[in-house]
């Protein structure tokens, strides 16, 4: 790893005369217009400065969280439901596993929400355990069931069949919760899906089956979940979903006896990646939630219930950014600004066409009016390594820097190596403005540790 470090100071040098002699090339063969329209904007919490400063340090592509965000939409989070004794915010750790994050969250009273072995184990380092973790699995290996039974986690079925796995491989726990497809042939997210045809969850009539068995297999406590939203801007949306949420724990004890003693309502609150788009208004819902189970309550008095969300991107999507440098133009039929993070550091633009804001900083410190149209991308061999396409940017030169907004929930967490491409590094920007790296980059030894390289 230090060796890295001191290799990057040459390949500073190495890299600017590349990219001087580049542009010089791109003078002669340019042929798009600039200024082709207005530009959106979006607010940057960092300075052009700060950004370029860390760049000169810390070799590009690399993830910037920042604590001060994090730690108020945690707060946001304890503050919208406080008026629901209870209340818990499981923080969905798939969406950003880093430890440091976690330990950040943790210390706010957040839980968390794991949803495969390998996130358990890392609650399990850092002294998280009981009912501070969630899991909520599906197509779930025994290991895992024996795992989260072991540090005494809420475990979360995803199907009636798993009662008996669970039972047989690491003994039904005393609390039980059940993740409900409610089936209605509504599209609500365009990642999940319309729910009839999402592989998530038990249907109605199975749910009430299911806590029938449990309870009669000696479950003490139950919990009820689903999630059926992705990123949704609508307030309106998650209402629904808690009220036919309280409207399921009435049914449950009509059918079965059971009280609910909480229900957790998933996550999917979305966040403005657009610069038009509004992200979701946290109080705003806590409210319109508290009104619905306040009229919920004068029907179900007896029925006193937890509220619990599972979120990860409101969390922490807007407390981190990817910054890339830009090494490379192309003019064919398109314009083409190529960086040097690609897909494999960020994937949901090119998996779910998703939209990332893009801030140029620019290595001159000039600021121009000038705008063009083009397609921001990586170098996988793979055409939908793309950041941005058709977008509208200030004129873009080779050295300048791209920070991809809003990269803080699955971005890192959904990396992968394709073309031998290696994880970039992370860093945390401390409330004190400290700036620490909290992972360091791959390197190629990583890349073939797992490979019997004696036997070459
Ligand atoms: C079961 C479950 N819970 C919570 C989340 C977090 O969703 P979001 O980050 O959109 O809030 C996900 C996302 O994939 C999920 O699958």
Avoid at 178 to 192: A, D
Avoid at 369 to 396: M, Y
């Amino acid at each position: 790893m230090i060796l890295e470090y001191d290799k990057h100071e040459q390949l500073q040098k190495n890299r600017k005369l590349t990219y001087k002699l580049r542009s010089r090339l791109i003078e002669n063969f340019t042929t798009f217009p600039n200024n082709v329209t207005k530009i959106m904007t979006k607010e940057l919490k960092h300075s052009d400065e700060f950004i370029k400063s860390l760049a000169e340090k810390y070799p590009t592509p690399f993830y910037l969280y920042d604590e001060k965000t994090l730690r108020e939409h945690a707060r946001l989070f304890n503050k919208a439901f406080a008026w629901n004794a209870g209340y818990k915010e499981y923080f969905a750790v798939k969406a950003n596993p880093n430890p440091e994050i976690l330990k950040i969250l943790k210390s706010e009273n957040l839980g968390f929400d794991c949803s495969s072995l390998a996130e358990l184990n890392i609650c399990e380092r850092l002294g998280f355990v009981g009912e501070d973790i969630m899991f909520t699995s599906n197509d779930t290996p025994s290991a895992e069931y024996v795992k989260a039974k072991n540090l005494n986690a809420i475990i979360n079925l995803d199907d009636i069949t798993d009662i008996y796995v669970l039972e047989k491989c690491a003994g039904l726990p005393e609390v039980i919760c059940f993740r409900w497809n409610p089936g209605l042939s509504v599209k609500v997210s365009s990642v999940i899906g319309n729910p009839v045809e999402a592989k998530y969850g038990l249907t109605t009539r199975q749910l009430v089956e299911a806590y029938r068995i449990a309870k009669a297999k000696g479950v003490k406590r139950f919990g009820l979940h689903t999630m059926i939203a992705s990123n949704l801007l609508d307030e309106q949306f998650f209402l629904t979903t808690a009220k036919s949420l309280f409207d399921m724990t009435a049914l449950i004890k009509k059918e079965t006896g059971i009280e609910i003693s909480f229900i957790n309502m998933g996550g999917g609150f979305g966040v403005a990646y657009k610069p038009d788009q509004k992200t979701i208004d946290l109080i705003k819902l806590g409210q319109m939630i508290q009104a619905g189970y306040t009229e919920f309550n004068k029907v179900e008095p007896n029925l006193q219930i937890r509220l619990l969300t599972e979120a990860g991107r409101l969390v922490a999507a807007e407390a981190g950014v990817l910054v890339t440098r830009v090494i490379h133009r192309k003019d064919t039929y398109r314009a083409y600004i190529g960086v040097d993070a690609s897909m494999a550091n960020l994937m949901r633009p090119g998996m779910y066409g998703a939209y990332h804001h893009i801030t140029v900083v620019s290595e001159s410190g000039k600021k121009s009016n000038a705008t063009q149209e083009v397609d921001v991308v990586g170098s996988l061999c793979e055409n939908c390594d793309k950041f941005a396409v058709n977008r509208v940017l200030p004129t873009i030169n080779i050295g300048d820097l791209l920070v991809i907004h809003d990269a803080g929930a699955h971005g890192y967490a959904m990396g992968f190596q394709y073309n031998g491409k290696l994880r970039c590094a992370e860093l945390l920007l401390e409330e004190s403005g400290n700036v620490r790296m909290i992972r360091r980059a791959e390197t190629f030894d990583d890349y073939i540790a797992t490979l019997n390289v004696n036997e070459w």
